[in-house]
């Protein structure tokens, strides 16, 4: 179907983007968009609009994990208020040590997780099933296995690559494309998320975004804590009484140098 925009919008440069509601009128065989409806929310990278749902798709070994780039890709979805599942892919190949040990760690901070295999269907079932009625987005980092999900769940082939030399995902998606997913609902294949930069907060605003934080930010003593070195932190309480894992307390701290070296650059 060929959709032209109407003409007052090519003056105001009025951009559509893959998961935009439009109001379409019909018109010398095709259709002209007349209006853009506003979004719900917005990702930017890639360009994707009003996600109910992002399934965070990742691997154990091929390719390697990479914890830091989950938690950045989480608190980029938290910052904009978009649910995410965990699905960690590949359960045929990969470790069963290993996966539960990572399935653990985001059960923990509050996200449900998925453990599937796109070669055998393992575990897309009840995948599919919590997606019903949502625009959700396949993300992740490239290799894997997206596309291999997608495929699976709509019955149909898209081309999928091989892992480099390097053990690192090569991209096949080259674009935002939208799969009509039942009757209501669609599925979004994206060539990932390889650029993301950290969501763009102060320091101090960078806790709210773990959910395993959220709530004990307003009980530390000092109200712009950073629950780094400082005293009577709530955060660093719960860390060490066992109720906030390590790993994601490591990333946090990441994280955290990487706000304050932004916002440091603000004011040079």
Known sequence: MTCLFRGRLKLEDVAIYPGDFVELEEKQGGYQILRVAER??????????????VVVVTAITEPPLDLLYLDRLLVHLESRGIDAVLCINKSDIEDKEAISRV??????????????SAATGEGLLGLVQGMQGKNVV??????????????????????????S???????????????????????????????????????????YYYREM?????????????HK?????????????GKIGEERYKTYLALLEECQIKEKRKYE
């Open 40 to 53: 719900k929310n917005f990702l930017i990278r890639p360009a994707v609009s009003n996600v109910d749902q």
């Open 103 to 116: 399935r653990a760690i985001y059960e923990r901070a509050g996200y449900p997780v998925a453990v599937t």
């Open 229 to 241: 070195t400082e005293d009577q932190c709530a955060v660093k309480r719960a860390l060490a009484e």
């Open 165 to 207: 030399s390097k053990g690192r995902g090569r991209h096949t998606t080259k674009g935002v494309t939208l799969y009509r997913a039942g009757e209501s609902g669609f599925l979004a294949d994206t060539p990932g998320f390889s650029k993301l930069d950290v969501v763009d907060c102060r320091p101090e605003e960078l806790s």
């Open 214 to 226: 959220a709530d004990l930010v307003p009980l530390c003593h000092f109200p712009r804590c950073l």
């Open 138 to 163: 396949l993300a992740g980092a490239s290799g894997v296995g997206k596309s291999r999900i997608l495929s699976f769940l709509l019955k149909t082939n898209l081309v999928v690559g091989d892992l």
